[in-house]
């Protein structure tokens, strides 16, 4: 049921494309790494296949049809979820100020808003500068300013031009029949609860929070509201709710499609980690951070995902027209095939011609996926 919610089990739906697959999901993450791809071009490669990379890049981000905002992280979202958000922007309205404070609020502001009225939609650096010259987080004025105006609601980040933000007012970006803050927070989060439901299929209270960050006691009060149906799940300790479209996909017994792919550590069928032990027994954690010395898996061990399992994990690399993996653990001999298809088609997906193993956990099925491999 996990699998279909999130489109990986059936035939990719080719016509709805990139769009179709962030409607589907409701908010596809953003991360500043970039391995085989960043992160938000792995997620529709994962469902759809060898989709052009231009093409995911002008589905997100070409005609007003996708905004960024602070949902599970930074995610994408479908321009159709902005007053869905509205509790979020006032909340942080109410909150007076992000962890960076601006020395004069309203004259920064103000030159934000002015200079994108005058001038349209701009970078932080176009509008004056996004660092003082410190570390990463040691911001301009401007930048704080902008970045307040984001959360807030005046400003919409629809594009990113190399991977910089470009800053449009709301009121010239955002559909007017989409632009208004009527639902009250209630409402906001019953809607985005039952958006969670049908990204995930079959979730707990705590899953249904995950999703796009929400807490606990928020799901509670209006899960009965939703078209969720409570259901128990043999093995888990919580409740549960299930999609009604989910559930009758499931009764049906139609026998659909499994995906052979890597995923994007930030993918939503595994960016909740105990979700993800708890559904597929397979302990996942992003290392980028960790010192590496400490890491297991690699830097950004890629999961991989074939027959409806979590059947091992490689941390990929490029060298010129060669995918080097850098790090592979499988899950026995049936993982192997499985993954010398992943790795040869996500290499020919980024222009590699070569796929090289350096090194593998178990001596005896590196040489089995060497060989199938060649």
Known sequence: MALRAQGLLGAPDRRAGVRGVLRRLGAVQLDTISVLARSHELVPYARLGAVGRTAVESAYWSHGRSFE????????????????????????????????????SERSCAAVRDRLKAEGPLTA???????????????????????????????????????????????????????????????????LVAQAGAALGVATRADLADYHRLKNDQVAAVVADTDLVPVEVAGWAKPAWADPAALAAESAGKRSRHRTTLLSPFDSLVWDRPRTERIFGFTHRLEAYVPRPQRVHGYFAMPLLSGGRLLGRVDPAREGTTLVARQISMAGGKAVAPMAQALREAAEWVGCDTVRVDRCDDPALAKALVDALA
């Open 69 to 104: 905002y602070w949902s599970h992280a930074a995610c994408v979202l479908p321009v159709e979820e902005w007053p869905h958000f509205a509790f979020r922007r006032r909340a942080r309205l109410a909150r007076g100020h992000r962890w960076h404070v601006l020395e004069d």
């Open 125 to 191: 650096t176009e509008l004056g500068g996004a660092k003082n010259g410190g570390e990463w987080y040691d911001w301009s004025e401007t930048k704080i300013a902008v970045e307040w105006l984001l959360d807030t609601g005046e400003v919409v980040c629809t594009q990113r031009r190399g991977w910089k933000r470009v800053y449009d007012l709301a009121e010239r970006a955002i559909p007017d029949e989409l632009r208004h803050d009527e639902l009250d927070d209630t409402e906001c989060i019953r809607r």
